[in-house]
């Protein structure tokens, strides 16, 4: 038999580790005394609430402020917030236990989409229920999958047209008004506030020329939208040096076999890594985090 390791036996000795309480116990226990909020005749009614949750507590892995929400009020939250312009893909041909690792990286990174190709079975493990707040799609195929994407953004950029070519009809129609009326030109040489002449007109018009203006930033980025790889070949270019494009697509392979020769073929870009140790890849979940953490340094508003 063998002797105790010290260090263990020191360990055990030391009275450590102390954990802090994850999530919040029963609702009468937290909040004595208050109303309950999902009591609809009491003023504190709140429909987001879960009223099992309020029963018995909610240890849950979320923000705090979702404390006691049903899954579908945190979902419809995250949407009304806007989620980040990165969609994520994994490929599911090898059942990869990473694909839960990626799915719930995928979720605290705000993605606005996670595809899963292959097989419509996949291992949720990793996810500790995280898919249930993201917009989930299944593909059969990685052709199928970049070709909807395809889709998806020649839609974006239609619909931002339609929304420039109204906020150019409104400026026309402004200045139309203008003239009618027989005071000066609605469109101001400048855009400062201080340019006061028809406050109520400059206003409405700004606005409009804001509007078009944003419409016309938001069809460059969509224009620019990419298919991007991670994986270690050939050609790839590091991710130190790589600047994502706003609007993108991020496809991750399974551990091991890395992406799909195909999913290569139709990707724009392909983005690596770089290491400095002996392997010559890091964890496939990892890997992902890294990836999306990437995009979030460039794009992200951080609070």
Avoid at 26 to 36: F, M, Q
Avoid at 52 to 75: C, F, P, S
Avoid at 259 to 273: G, N
Wanted: hydrophobic share 40%; proline share 5%; net charge negative.
């Amino acid at each position: 038999m063998h002797a105790p390791n010290q260090i263990s036996l020191a360990a055990k000795a030391s009275g450590e580790p102390e954990f802090r309480e994850i999530g919040v116990g029963p609702w009468a226990e937290t909040h004595p005394g208050e109303p309950r909020p999902d009591d609809q005749t009491s003023p504190n009614y709140d429909a987001r609430f879960d009223t099992e949750l309020l029963n018995d507590g909610d240890r849950r892995n979320v923000l705090d402020r979702y404390r006691y929400w049903t899954v579908q009020a945190i979902k419809d939250d995250l949407d009304a917030h806007g989620r980040h312009d990165f969609e994520v893909a994994v490929e599911n041909w090898t059942h990869d236990f990473n694909i839960g690792s990626m799915v719930r990286t995928a979720n605290a990174f705000q993605s606005k989409r996670v595809h899963i190709v292959g097989p419509h079975k996949w291992n949720r493990k990793g996810a500790l229920m995280t898919e249930l707040y993201q917009h989930v799609e299944h593909h059969p195929s990685i052709a199928e999958l970049v070709e909807c994407w395809h889709h998806r953004i020649a839609g974006e950029i239609a619909a931002e047209r339609a929304r420039a070519a109204a906020a150019a009809i409104h400026i026309h129609e402004y200045g139309a008004n203008a003239s009618v009326e027989g005071s000066q030109s609605l469109i101001p040489n400048s855009f400062d506030a201080s340019n006061t002449s028809n406050a109520g007109g400059i206003s409405l018009v700004q606005s409009a020329m804001a509007e078009l203006a944003d419409a016309d930033n938001r069809i460059k980025e969509l224009q620019s939208a990419r298919v991007i790889a991670l994986d270690i070949i050939p050609g790839a270019v590091p991710m130190e040096t790589y600047r994502f494009p706003q609007r993108c697509l991020l496809l991750f392979g399974a551990e091991g076999p890395g992406l799909s020769q195909k999913a290569l073929d139709l990707a724009d870009d392909v983005v690596y890594i770089s290491q400095f140790g002996s392997v010559r890849s890091i964890n496939a979940g990892a890997a992902a985090a890294v990836a999306m953490h990437a995009w979030i340094a460039q794009h992200a508003t951080i609070a």
